[in-house]
């Protein structure tokens, strides 16, 4: 019997620890169970692999619903019991510079953008 834990909302996506930390698999284990493919970003959905969420391009992260990762633990590899939790990260100080350095970046872009419509007109 499969017992799962969501949070409030379940439509949160897992990365690769969580994953990791769920199954009790080590990073490189999870990376071969993974629905990957060099050709195309998203290939078919492949009922004897993990199956990550559809992306735009290769280099946005590997992110799974906790459904999927349940289906796969259950039906792949043999898990009866199985508890989901996802828990959220505390705010990390670079990756808030991060974004705010590309939130600037982008408004340079715009006004550089206007300058060469104005420019060019």
Known sequence: ???SSYPAGGDELMTIDQV???LRRSRASIYRYVNTNHETIN???DPQR???EHRKSRREP???HPNE???FARDVMGITTLQVELKTTPPNPTEDLLRQVLEEL???REVLE???KRLGS
């Open 43 to 45: 290939p078919p959905f």
């Open 62 to 64: 590997l992110l799974f």
């Open 106 to 108: 982008k408004q340079i």
């Open 20 to 22: 990791q930390q769920t």
């Open 114 to 116: 206007r300058v060469e």
């Open 50 to 52: 993990l199956n990550p």
């Open 69 to 71: 990762v349940a289906r």
């Open 1 to 3: 019997m499969q017992r």
